[in-house]
């Protein structure tokens, strides 16, 4: 039988068989005449067209245009050769040759092989209507080569191997406009698939990709599916390495895709994931269950919202559906938190180890948990508790978080202030009043929700404790420096206290010292109490070495002193608060517990071991 421009339309049901229309000589209801044609019939088709129709899929008929098509049978072979091309793209070619064997009348056990080739620009026409709803696909040059092996007239065995480039997938949202399109240059890989008496078995080797001119590592995937006679199924995936990136580009095309992961793409998440493997299994008694393990490098998240922003994470993981653990080990980890940590440069630790585990439970609420956390860097070593529940919806984030931490040198405190929280004066004199010093142990205690800090009515505690041993601080800039100093700093919810037990300002040994700030995040002061007890002559160097000179400093070249003598200081730093800044305020007196002698220079009025007091003020002495 020999047609040309024929129009045959190819339909298969979805009981699997296949039916023709339009071959007017063989009638689909006489058995008996399709047997003899598949026993000794020849077939050609010329210049025809073809309609494929998949009766299983409501989607648009497959329109091949200047199709030959040769079918021969002699007896128990069957051989089929066919060129076409797609309708509407003179560019696209497809060959397809088929050898099979079976008898005529039980096409059912048919076996043999195929070979299929396809090469065209636009994968579009070809997926028209078999993608899922808004979604839409494109590309500029595509080549499929593949060989399969026929048993009982379906697949048992196929190897193929596709290219594809100038890839684009995009979807369209409710309003009718474009999303962002995943873009891909170019894209291969080599499949085999492969049938078994209880399932099937994908391999993907070489699978390369090239997105923006970045060509990923080539990668190897295996996909197995697996069924029991009961009902129970099973599907495990082996994924060599995949980017994460290109996961989160692929997630935008998914049109119910979490709603958690629209903060991963907004975040850019990016980041290697080797040695994935997942389970995924089920029966009719009960729903999906899955696990999943593996590894992660170079994690990499912008910061968004409330949530920290990250680079350089690696962990090993191990996931199911209502808990999992993530086990840290970076070497170089950076964090960054701009609305807490405004203004400062991203931490680097130069590692970063423990384990953080993960639960959720009936209401949908998360709890991210490590019982230690450890991070080092030039600057600090700290070892980390934690509690984090995460709630689905009302109350917001509650952290129970205690660390012990040692910091070599007090100047790197200034790195890591709040600088969102602190009024700009007080950060200013964070910055400046940390010159040095060690901080050999401390520890920080953070317990109530994240939107209540710094829980101004106690709905929650905030401390940090921190010895000091030979700092120094520098509480003015017209003020000498307070050295030597070995004492504690105390944060409070918003309160700030620094204690002395031993300290040296001048040449005077400081008996007891201490400065506080009442409230962080309303100061408008920064206030210093203290003692000392030295040389007479530091209490002269008070009226000229600092702002009391204005007004007291021409008294003191009148003096000429000798012995030690005791200094109290009570003082108010001012900082600048809305847009004003207020005096400084002074109260102090000098005094001689231990025996000494003044002598006024003119009158040579000589004062052997005087008593009581000196006091001055800001702007007075008396």
Do not use: C
Request: glycine share 10%.
């Amino acid at each position: 039988l020999t047609l040309v421009g024929a129009r045959l339309v190819v339909e298969e049901r979805a009981d699997g068989t296949i039916a023709v229309a339009g071959l007017d000589g063989i009638k689909a209801g006489n058995p008996a005449v399709m047997t003899f044609f598949l026993s000794n019939g020849r077939f050609l088709l010329a210049d025809s067209d073809v309609y494929w129709v998949d009766g299983n899929e409501p989607s648009d008929p497959l329109h091949l245009s200047d199709v030959q098509l040769r079918f021969d049978n002699e007896g128990s072979r069957h051989r089929i050769g066919m060129l076409a091309r797609l309708s509407g793209d003179a560019d696209t070619r497809l060959h397809l040759a088929a050898d099979l064997r079976g008898k005529p009348g039980e096409l059912r056990a048919w076996f043999g092989k195929l070979y299929l080739h396809w090469r065209g620009k636009d994968l579009a026409p070809m997926l028209s209507g078999r993608m899922p709803p808004g979604l839409h696909v494109r590309s500029d040059k595509v080549e499929l080569s593949s060989w399969h092996q026929v048993s009982d007239s379906a697949l048992a065995d196929s190897l193929a191997q596709i290219s594809v480039q100038g890839l684009a997938a995009w979807r369209v949202d409710a309003g009718g406009g474009d999303l962002p399109a995943l873009k891909v240059d170019r894209l291969g890989a080599m499949l085999r698939w492969q049938r078994d008496s209880d399932g099937w078995q994908l391999a993907v080797s070489d699978l390369t990709l090239e997105r923006a001119g970045d060509a990923r590592p080539a990668a190897d995937l295996t996909v197995r599916y697996r069924t029991a006679g009961d009902g129970r199924w099973s599907v495990r995936a082996d994924v060599q390495r995949f980017s994460l990136a290109d996961v989160r580009d692929g997630v935008t095309l998914l049109a119910d895709a979490p709603s958690g992961l629209d903060i991963l793409r907004r975040a850019k998440i990016d980041g290697d994931l080797r040695d994935l493997h997942m389970r995924l299994a089920g029966s009719p008694r009960e729903g999906p269950r899955w696990a999943a393990q593996g590894r992660v490098l170079g994690l990499q998240l912008e910061p968004v919202d409330r949530f920290p922003g990250l680079r350089g994470l690696d962990a090993d993981f191990v996931a199911a559906p209502r808990q999992g653990r993530l086990e840290l080990a970076s070497d170089a980890f950076v964090f960054h938190l701009p609305w807490l940590f405004e203004g400062r440069s991203p931490f680097v630790l130069d590692s970063l180890s423990g384990t953080l585990n993960w639960a959720l439970d009936d209401q949908g609420d998360l709890r991210l948990q490590s019982p230690d956390l450890r991070a080092e860097n030039a600057d600090l070593r700290t070892r980390t508790r934690l509690r984090l529940d995460l709630p689905r919806q009302g109350e917001g984030p509650f952290l129970d978080l205690h660390s012990d931490f040692s910091v070599p040198s007090a100047a790197a405190v200034r790195r890591y202030l709040p600088g969102g929280k602190l009024k700009d004066g007080l950060e200013r004199w964070l910055e400046r009043a940390f010159v040095a010093g060690r901080i050999p142990r401390g520890s920080a205690l953070f317990r109530g929700r994240l939107g209540d800090f710094p829980f101004r009515d106690n709905q929650g505690r905030f401390e940090v404790l921190f010895a000091v041993e030979d700092g120094i601080l520098d509480f003015h800039r017209d003020w000498p420096r307070v050295e030597e100093v070995v004492g504690e700093v105390r944060f409070v919810n918003s309160r700030m206290d620094i204690a002395a037990s031993r300290a040296r300002i001048l040449d005077s040994r400081v008996l007891r010292g201490r400065a506080f700030v009442p409230d962080l995040l309303r100061a408008t002061a920064v206030h210093i109490q203290g003692s000392a007890s030295g040389p007479f002559s530091d209490g002269l160097r008070m009226l000229t070495d600092t702002p009391l000179r204005r007004r007291l400093g021409r008294v003191a070249p009148a003096f000429r002193v000798e012995g030690d003598a005791r200094l109290d200081l009570d003082l108010a730093v001012p900082l600048r608060y809305k847009g004003r800044k207020g005096p400084l305020r002074l109260q102090g007196a000098l005094s001689w517990p231990e025996p000494a002698r003044l002598e006024i220079v003119g009158p040579e009025l000589v004062l052997d071991r005087p008593r009581g007091a000196l006091s001055f003020t800001q702007s007075a002495l008396s």
